[in-house]
């Protein structure tokens, strides 16, 4: 690969497979959706296909930015590695109690719901 392609080193192979959940990560992804500009490199790279796009009528806006499903991300941080390279500066990892705490969702070891407990109003 010549020189001018490094930066691409970096990027993960896409996911074999889709697979699920087995525990609460110790990290979690978050889209700072005033960051997030919709391209959507993010989504083939999740390996657990928790990446979608916020629904439309949440902005007004051509393409909406993406958003993760709390209760559902393992915390790979691949996303965030992949939006750093292909894309721009839109996620971050979290600790999950940091997580929990700033934005009062309470994550579990299932699935369900999708974006976590909500804990606080």
């Given at each position: ?13 896409l ?76 996620i ?30």
């Open positions: 690969m010549p020189a001018a392609y490094d930066h691409y080193k970096k990027i993960p192979n996911p074999a497979k889709i697979s699920s959940k087995k525990k609460k990560p110790k990290i979690v992804a978050l889209v700072d959706e005033d960051n997030c500009t919709g391209c959507q490199a993010c989504v083939p790279f999740c390996p657990v296909d928790c990446i979608e796009l916020v629904p439309r009528e949440k902005y007004d806006t051509p393409i909406p930015p993406v958003q993760i499903r709390f209760n559902e991300c393992i915390g790979c941080s691949i996303c965030a590695h992949v939006c750093e390279q292909l894309a721009w500066f839109a971050d990892m979290l600790k999950v109690p940091e997580f929990e705490a700033d934005y009062g969702i309470q994550l579990t070891d299932t699935m369900d719901p999708p974006y976590g407990v909500v804990t606080a109003e």
